[in-house]
C-alpha cells in the first residue's frame, strides 16, 4: 500500500498544526484590529469653530460661491462691450462670367472684373456712444456682484443659525440621555427593592409588575434618547460637510447668561446689518440702471469702424488687373431709431414702475426686520423666564422622590406613588434642559434677527 512513510506523517502533521495556528491568530489580531478602528476618538467642537468650518466646507455655500464667479465674468462681458474689437474675414466669390465692354477705340473687348475674387479685410470697431446703454450695463453687472455677495451673506446667517440648533440640540439630547439612564439606573434599584419586599409578603405581586413595567418602558426611553442623540451628531456633520457617521463631541455651554438688549438698539442694528435690507437696496439701484438701458433707445449709436482689406484674383490676395493690394477705409456710422410708436416710452414705464415696487416692498422688508427683532426679543424673555421656574421643579421633584421612598420603606406609600415621583422627576429635568436649550437658541435666532452670528 502506498504512502507516506511514518516520518513523512509527521512533518506533515506537524506543518499542518503550526498553519492552523497561524490562521487564528492572523484572525485573532483582526478581531483586535477591527474594534481598535472602529473606536476613533470623536472630535470635540466648540461652538465658534463649528461655525467656522461649516462656513468654510459647507456645499451649499460652495454652490453660491460659484454664482458669485458667474457675476463676475457677467460683469467682465459687460467691461468687453466697451472696447474695441477686431475681427478678420476671408472671403472667396465666382461669378458666372466676365463682364466687358466694346471700347470704340478698340475692336477687342475690355473685360471689367474677374471671375475669381479673394478678399481678407481685417477690422477695428469701437462704440463711441450707445445712448449709456454700455456704461449701464457694465454698471448693472457690477451690481450684479454686490448682490451675489449679499446672497452669500445671507446664506451664511442662515448656515450659522443651522449650526447653533444642530449644535445645542446635541447637546440637549446627551441631556436627555443622561436623564433617561439614570432614570433606568434607579427604577432598576426600584425593582430589587419591590422584589425584596414581594419576597418577603410585604407587598402584592401587581407592585412588582409595574415596577418591571415602568423599568421596561424606562429601557425604551434610554434606546430612543440614543438614537436621537445619533441623528443630532448626524444632522450637525451634515451641515459641517463631514462623513455623516463620523464621531462629533461638542462643548456643553448650555448655561443661562442674562444679557440685557435694548430694542431699539436692536433694531438700528438690524437695519445695518440684515443682508435682506441690503439686497433690496441693491434691486433698487439695479432698477435705476435699468431705467438707463431703456431710455438709450432714445439716442443714437454711433460707432466707429477701421478696415484694412487685401484683394486679388488668387488665393494670396496680391492684387489683379481689378483688384488694388491693399487699401483701407475708415466710417463713422450713427444709427437712430426715431418712431417705433411709444415703444420705448412704454418700457421707460415699465421700469420706473419696477423701481417704485422695490421702493414699496423695502418698506415692507423692513417692517418685517423689526417685527423679527421684537419677536426674537419676546421669545428671549419667555425662555429666560422659563429658566428659575425649570430649575425649581427639578428641586421639587427630587425632593417629592425622596419623601415618596421613604414612605415606600415605611409601607406608607405604593410602588406607584414612587414610580409617578420618578415619572415627574424625570419630566421636569428634561424640561429645565430644553429651557437651557430654549434659551440658547432664542439668542442664537436674536442674533440672526439682528444680522450677526
Known amino acids: ?80 462691450d466697451l472696447l474695441p474689437r477686431f475681427t478678420t474675414r476671408y472671403s472667396y466669390r465666382r461669378l458666372d462670367r466676365v ?24 477690422s477695428v470697431s469701437q462704440p463711441l456712444f450707445a445712448g449709456f446703454a454700455l456704461v449701464g450695463a457694465y454698471r448693472l453687472a457690477d451690481l450684479g456682484i454686490d448682490q451675489s455677495e449679499m446672497q452669500v451673506m445671507l446664506s451664511e446667517l442662515d448656515l450659522a443659525l443651522q449650526v447653533k440648533e444642530a449644535y445645542f440640540n446635541i447637546l440637549v ?19 430589587d427593592v ?28 434610554l434606546v430612543t434618547a440614543r438614537n436621537q442623540a445619533v441623528l443630532a451628531r448626524s444632522a450637525f456633520n451634515t451641515l459641517l460637510a463631514r462623513p455623516v457617521n463620523a464621531p462629533v463631541d461638542v462643548e456643553d455651554i448650555l448655561a443661562y447668561h442674562p444679557e440685557p438688549i435694548v430694542l431699539d438698539e436692536a433694531m438700528a442694528l438690524a437695519m445695518e446689518k440684515r443682508p435682506e435690507i441690503r439686497l433690496i437696496d441693491i434691486e433698487i ?30 488665393p494670396k490676395v496680391s492684387g489683379s488687373p481689378f483688384h488694388d493690394p491693399e487699401r483701407w477705409q475708415a466710417t463713422v456710422v450713427g444709427t437712430l431709431t426715431f418712431w417705433e410708436w411709444g415703444k420705448t416710452r412704454y418700457a421707460v414705464r415699465q421700469k420706473e414702475s419696477a423701481r417704485e415696487e422695490l421702493v414699496k ?35 421639587q421633584g427630587e425632593e417629592n422622590l425622596r419623601v415618596n421612598e421613604e ?47
Open 407 to 453: 414612605g415606600y420603606r415605611a409601607q406608607m406609600n405604593t410602588v406607584t406613588d414612587v414610580l409617578d415621583a420618578q415619572a415627574l422627576l424625570t419630566r421636569a429635568r428634561v424640561n429645565y434642559f430644553k429651557a437651557l436649550y430654549g434659551y440658547n437658541l432664542a439668542r442664537a435666532r436674536l442674533a440672526r434677527a439682528m444680522g450677526t452670528y
Open 361 to 395: 416692498t423695502r418698506n415692507a422688508v423692513a417692517d418685517r426686520v423689526r417685527l423679527d427683532v421684537r419677536e426674537a426679543l419676546l421669545n428671549l424673555a419667555t425662555a429666560a423666564e422659563n429658566i428659575p421656574t425649570t430649575e425649581k421643579a427639578v428641586l
Open 1 to 80: 500500500m502506498c504512502g507516506l512513510p511514518p516520518g513523512g506523517k509527521m512533518n506533515a502533521n506537524r506543518v499542518m498544526f503550526y498553519l492552523t495556528i497561524g490562521f487564528w491568530i492572523a484572525v485573532a489580531g483582526l478581531s483586535w484590529a477591527v474594534p481598535a478602528a472602529a473606536k476613533a476618538e470623536p472630535q470635540v467642537y466648540s461652538l465658534a469653530q463649528s461655525i467656522t468650518e461649516a462656513l468654510v466646507n459647507n456645499w451649499d455655500l460652495k454652490a453660491l460661491d460659484e454664482k458669485r464667479r458667474q457675476a463676475v465674468d457677467t460683469r467682465n462681458q459687460a467691461r468687453a
Open 173 to 191: 439630547m446627551d441631556k436627555t440621555v443622561d436623564v433617561a439612564r439614570k432614570e433606568v439606573a434607579f427604577l432598576s434599584s426600584n425593582v
Open 285 to 314: 439701484q439695479r432698477s435705476e440702471q435699468q431705467i438707463v438701458l431703456a431710455r438709450s433707445a432714445y439716442y443714437p449709436e454711433v460707432s466707429f469702424v477701421y478696415d484694412y482689406i487685401k484683394e486679388g484674383d488668387s
Open 194 to 221: 419591590t422584589r425584596s419586599y414581594f419576597n418577603a409578603g410585604m407587598v402584592p405581586v401587581n407592585d412588582l409588575l409595574k415596577a418591571e413595567m415602568e423599568l421596561a418602558n424606562a429601557r425604551q426611553n
Open 99 to 122: 463682364t466687358t465692354y466694346r471700347s470704340p477705340f478698340d475692336e477687342d473687348d475690355i473685360a471689367t472684373n474677374s471671375k475669381e475674387n479673394y478678399q481678407w479685410r481685417n
